[in-house]
């Protein structure tokens, strides 16, 4: 089965870590097909949604291999879960006065938005599921469509359980040591 | 103007902490005994950090790709993270290849760069590189510090990292501002990286489910890598061969796992590994594959590596898990005590499963497809002198290699009988890593004969090493197996490209006098009577005069690292190896 997948991925708010997420996709070779970043409610953590297209197998290595990043926190495919997922596209559309009314039309049923127009175009604000925008996109095709700016899927698990980042909390004896000692201590050594 | 002079030299005591000064507090912090690395404009004040606090001890290098692998080195015999200090740009670029190689066997460093002003940052400044962007692939973590007050969390992090799960190498870039920069004496707790967690303990359900695939197996076979050396688990993996009487297959990174000399051992799987171990696994009906994450060079083709087995994989890295080959029983977690719940299930079995007639049916492979090499009158067969050498060392001795025939040979002819006896460059495959590996082996294990078996190719790729060697009177013994060739590169053009031998024909630099150039000791040897006499003057000269011996050794030119099986091909179509008297063509 090759699906396109969100995968939420919850990362440390630190300088560089959106190169390394993408950069881990570029050498282990698996496929962007959009990715949003944004701040949580958490300030020290930002969220990356990617959307991933790949089979069974592809899909474990992208998440287990995402795992390993330490600037990682924690990787969910919500493909797998109910999930809200949204994106955004920009879509600047040639549009004459005698064809205004069916564009307009076209926003009503997609409940879009008319952001801007002029005496030759519009720009149309579309919300949604990866194929609601892009069946709008598909629509606005056949009039021209000029310029157009889209934005990564992002998404959330409509379950109630929310994932708390675990503190960090260091067993009182190994405090002023050295890590390794309590790397030896934590293996019961 | 004043006319007062420069004070150069402030006392002590009145010097402000710095940033450098912090970096040194936290690697005394770490029980850091040893630093590997070479000076430059940038990482000068932590060297003078250094110079004031007096410690841990220095090891100047030849070069800074020298400093890594001595490192890695320290660090595969220790046990310990090991530590490297080079300045920014070019010396910070050197390190990459010793990176990559501690990244892909799993081997804890801690580097630490120099880097150029933060405000010139970015600038293409002198001796600027962009390390941190540079070593992301290499790496399993770095960091670039911008405010001393940073450090002390950033250093307890960095080794901690460096330290636990699977380990690996991490590098922490370091601007000179920050360092030259006041900041209050501060020591950090050790940190554990928030979100960042590694499995140790296996789920018991996968273990019972583990147990139950071996226990109905009546051709199973113990495939043992690396992370059981990693993870301290060799004991618990013997205990647990004797306990269910599973004969073992140990990987080039987890040979001395399992003692070569017992009789459940088949030696190395994989492209030069033996016919027996081979065939072992491709016959069998269930694996337990104990820290290995399977590449290439282990599976060949992998459709036909294992076509009946049902896989059991234990590994501390989930995403090693079904990476190459699909995993029947996936059991996440440290070898150690994955290993110790392992035992604990078996020896509850009510009846033992009676594998003895697939010892049999191994025992008989064993007899068919021995190890066994030609011998060319008058001239010194590589795999002679290996064995020679196990002979000759007590299972105290560590052994350490380049990369290339004279390794393979190594790995298939020397008796490895403890974890860490054996330091090789297994998955990057790295020419040049064995002298300063070898370094760090002895700085870190200095009561151990050191053995470097080397290629004359390999050995001339980070020759400058041997200066430090003699600057600081390492005594160990380099053996080179001369034959004048990149004999691998040689080998497959023999086999697969109809003898066509591009540049792989090397001019014979006399490595022994090379040796005594450098101050060290050095003695050639021609023929095959003079090998034994030879070995044991080079260890004897390496312990009472603490120098680097090396045994320029001219061995048959023609030799080839055989059983191998072709490129892609599948592990039981290897060609045999060939014994008896060859004669010349």
Known sequence: ?189 | MSSQPQIINRPKDNHPHTGADTVIACLLQQDVELVFGMQGGSIMPVYDSLFKAGAPRHIIVGHEQGAAHMADGYARVTGKPGVVLTTSGPGATNLVTGLANAMMDSIPLVAITGQVTSNLLGNDAFQEADMWGITMPVTKHNYQVTDPDELPDVFAEAFYVAMSGRPGPVLIDLPKDVALKECPPYQAAPRVPEGYWTPYQPNQKRVVEALEVLRQAQKPVILAGGGVIQGDASEELKRFVELTGIPVTSTLMGLGNFPADHDLSLGMPGMHGTGYANLALYHSDAILVVGSRLDDRITGQVERFCPNAKLIHVDIDASEINKIVPCLVPVVGHAKPALKAFIKLAGEWQTKPDYSAWRAQIAEWKKEHAMVYPRRSGRIAPQEVVEMLGRILDAEATIVTGVGQHQMYTAQYYPFRRPRSLITSGGLGTMGFGLPAALGAKLGAPQRDVVCIDGDGSFLMNIQELATAVRYGIGLVVVILNNSYLGMVRQWQDMFLDGRRSETLLSGVPYDQVAKAFGGLGRRVERPEEVSGALEWALAKSRKDSLPVVLDVQVDSEAVVLPMVPPGGANTDFVPCRGGEACDE
Do not use: C, W
């Open chain 1, 1 to 189: 089965m090759n699906d396109l997948r969100p995968i939420a991925v919850l990362v440390r708010n630190e300088r560089g870590v959106l190169a390394r997420v993408a950069g881990l996709f570029a050498r282990r070779g698996f496929n962007i097909t959009s990715l949003a970043v944004g701040e949580t409610e958490d300030p020290r953590f930002s969220r990356i949604t990617v959307v991933v297209g790949g089979d069974e197998a592809i899909m474990e290595q992208v998440v287990k291999q995402l795992n390993r990043l330490v600037s990682v926190i924690k990787v969910t495919d919500i493909s797998r879960l109910p999930r809200v997922e949204r994106g955004l596209a920009l879509i600047k559309v040639r549009a004459k006065p005698e064809n205004r009314d069916e564009i307009l039309q076209l926003v009503q049923i997609f409940r879009a938005r008319v952001d801007h127009v002029d005496h030759r175009s519009m720009v149309v604000e579309v919300t949604g599921e990866r194929a609601k925008v892009q069946a709008m996109i598909d629509m606005l095709k056949p009039h021209g469509i000029l310029e157009m700016a889209r934005t990564g899927q992002i998404a959330l698990g409509r379950s109630e359980t929310i994932y708390q980042v675990p503190g960090a909390e260091v067993p009182e004896e190994a405090a002023g040591s050295g890590v390794y000692n309590l790397y030896k201590r934590e293996q019961g050594e």
